[in-house]
C-alpha cells in the first residue's frame, strides 16, 4: 500500500488559520510587527513559501513582536540573554551552564497528545495517534488563535544537517519559547545566509510552529501536538518540554520517515539512530549506525567509538560508489543524565563537570551551591536542592508516599558535541557523510537474547529491527510495560508499519548497495536472574560496550570467525577474551557461557510475540513471517536435539553438523 501519502493535499491548515494569500499581505504585516532591525533580516529571506509561512503563524498566533535569529554571535547571544530574562532558564554558577525546569507534570513526550494529522484516505502507523485534518484545523483555530499575545515570536532558519548533503532538509523554527530556540541553536546548523539555495536543492523544507501559552499545568489537558503530513508542518501548544517543542528533532524526523519510504524507496532512510566510528586493528576507521529506544543505552554506545558523530538521529543514503553513507542532522545532544558518570561516559562527564562547554540543564536537581546532580552520576549526592517537584530534601516522598529521587528519570543536558573528546567534527560536517559498516539494533531484554549477534543476510537483518522490545522508559508520558518497538524508530513512524518495512527490505536488498553492512542486535541488559543466578543485577557493565563494538567491527572486516545458530552469528570465546583483555578486563567462560547459553523457550515465546502483532496488521512483506519461520524451524531442531536450554558447545556441534551434512 505504498504511495498513499500525498504532499500539499488537503487543507493548509496554517495558511487557512492566518489568512495571509499574498506576497504584498505578508510584507505588509510584517512591517507592522517588526521592527527595522528584523524587518531587514526578513528581507533577505526571498523563498515565498517560506515568507507566507512565517507570516500566518505570525497572524494566527498575534505577538507583540517579532525576533528573527539569523544564526549571528550577536542573535545567539540575544536569544540566551531573552531566556534568562523571560525566566524559562535560570543561570547557574559554572560559566554558559543555566537550568531549564518543565512542568512537574511535564516530563517527557505527551504521546497520549501527539497527532497525525490525515487526510480522509491516508492510513497511518497502528501504534501512532491520528486526527481528521478538519479537526486538528478546529483545535489549531481555536487554540493557537492568539496564543503569542503578550510574547515575542521567535523565527529561526536552520538545516537538519551539512549544508549541501544529499539527505539534509532545511526548516522553519517558529516559537515563543526562548529556551527553544536557545536548544535548537546548540542542536542545529543555522542556514539563514543560504536558506532559499538549500529550499532549491532539496526541494521542500519543514515548517514548526509552537507556543507554551501561560504554561500553567491547568493548560496541561489541552497541550496538542499535531504533525501535518502532508504539508510537513508541525504545531505544539501548552507544553515546554524540548521532545513535545523542539519539532526539528522527533517531528521533522517523522516526516524525514515519510520522505524516504514513499518519496525516496530504495535511495534514502531516516533513522532514531547514534553514529560513531570505532579504530580497528591497524588504525582503520569504521563507523557504526545503531538504533535503541530512549533511554536503552544508545548516547552511551556512540560515545564509546573513538570518532563520535551523533547520539540520536542518522539520514542514510546509497551514495553513487555502492557505499552506505550517513549524517547527523543534528550538531548538539539532547541526552538523558541519569548513570552519566565518569566510569561510564568519561568524555561526557568532562564536557559537563569542567568549564568550556555551553549547557541547558533540565529536570536535575540544583543544589545550594547552583550544582547539578542526578540520578547514577557516581558523586555524592546532596541532602537538599530544587528539582523538578520545586523544594527536595532527603527523605521527600510524593503523594503516594514513594520517595522523589534527586532528579528526574528523564533529566537532560543539552550541549553542542564539539565539547565531546572524541567527537568526529571533520567526518560530522562533511556533506557526503560517512561510510557505515555496522548497523546495530537494540532494546531492554533482560532474559532472552545474548550481548551481540550477526543477521545471516540483509533480510534476518531487517527482522532484527523489526523485533526489538523495550521495557517502558521515562521518555514517554503515559507508557507502561514492555512495548514492540520496531526499529527503535516506531514512535517516529507515521504510516503502516508495512510500508516502512517494505522499504526496508527493499533498501538493504538493493542492487545499488554494492557495499553492504552487517546488521547485528545488542543486548546490555541480560540479567544473572535470567541465566541460573538470582536478583536483577546485570550481566555485564557498561564498560563491556567496546568489547562488543570491537568484535562487531572485525567481523565486518571479515577477521573473526562466529558460531551460526538459528537467529545469527555469536562471537566465539578466544575472540571475546582478546578484546576484553584489550579493555584491562578478565572474561571467565564462565560468564561468556552464561552470556551466549540459548534459551529456547524464551526465544520462541518472542518470535511468536512479534508474530502475532504483525499478523494483525495489513500488507506486511512475506519475507518477515518466512525469517521467522526459518527461524522457529532451526529453533525446535535444537530443542528437540538438545533440550530447551542449548549450550554454546551444543550450538558449535549443530552448527558442525549443518556444515557437515552440506558438504555430503
Known sequence: MLNVLELKKGLDILAKA????????????????????????LSKITNEEALLKIANAIL??????????????????????MSLEKGEERPLPMKDHTIHFDLAQEQARIIDRTFYIVNEDEETSVLARSIPRDEAYEYIRTYMTGI????????????RGPVG??????????TTSTYVMHSANILYRHVYDRFDEEVQRAGLFFTNVHSEGPNRPEDLPNARVFMDRSWLTTFST???????????????????????????REEKLSEHMFITGLTGPGGRRTYFAGAAPSGCGKTTTAMVGTDFVGDDLAQMWIAEDGTLRAINPEIGIFGIVQDVSRESDPYLMKALREEGAEVIWSNVLIDEHGVPHWVGNGEEAPKKG???????????????????????????????????GNYDETAAE???????????????????????????????????????????????VGARGVRRQPWANEPFIPGPLADYMDAQFVFFNSDKLESKPIMAGLNYFLIHGARGGEGDELLGEKRDVKVWLGWLERMAHGEVEAIETPVGFIPKYEDLKELFAGIGKEYPKELYDKQFVFHVDNILARID????????????????????????????????????????????????????????
Not at 492566518?18 to 533580516?41: M, T, W
Open 18 to 41: 492566518g489568512g495571509i494569500e499574498s506576497l504584498d499581505e505578508a510584507r505588509a504585516l510584517f512591517e507592522v510587527k517588526c521592527d527595522r532591525e528584523n524587518l531587514a533580516k
Open 165 to 174: 548533503a544529499p539527505v539534509a532538509i532545511p526548516a522553519l523554527e517558529i
Open 430 to 476: 562533511d556533506p557526503r557523510g560517512v561510510e557505515i559498516k555496522v548497523i546495530t539494533y537494540s532494546g531492554r531484554d533482560s532474559d532472552t537474547m545474548p550481548p551481540v549477534w550477526v543477521a545471516k543476510d540483509a533480510d534476518h537483518g531487517v527482522v532484527i529491527g523489526a523485533s526489538v522490545l523495550s521495557a517502558a522508559t521515562a521518555t514517554e
Open 609 to 664: 510475540l512479534q508474530e502475532e502483532a504483525y499478523r494483525k496488521e495489513k500488507n506486511i512483506p512475506a519475507r518477515l513471517f518466512e525469517v521467522y519461520e526459518e527461524q522457529r524451524k532451526g529453533l525446535e531442531e535444537l530443542k528437540a536435539k538438545y533440550g530447551p536450554i542449548v549450550l554454546v558447545e551444543q550450538l558449535i556441534e549443530a552448527a558442525s553438523g549443518q556444515l557437515a551434512d552440506c558438504r555430503a
Open 148 to 159: 503569542a499575545r503578550g510574547k515575542t515570536l521567535l523565527v529561526g532558519f536552520f538545516s
Open 60 to 81: 494566527m498566533t498575534d505577538p507583540d513582536a517579532v525576533f528573527v535569529n539569523s544564526g549571528s554571535e550577536a542573535d545567539v547571544q540575544k536569544v540566551r540573554e
Open 238 to 264: 501548552f507544553c515546554t518540554y524540548a521532545g513535545n517543542t523542539l519539532l526539528l528533532k522527533k517531528g521533522n524526523h517523522r516526516f524525514a520517515v515519510d520522505l524516504a519510504t514513499y518519496y525516496q
Open 386 to 420: 530544587l528539582n523538578f517537584q520545586g523544594e527536595w530534601w532527603e527523605g521527600k516522598t510524593d503523594e503516594k508516599g514513594k520517595p522523589i529521587p534527586i532528579s528526574h528519570p528523564n533529566a537532560r543536558c543539552t550541549l553542542s558535541n564539539s565539547f565531546i
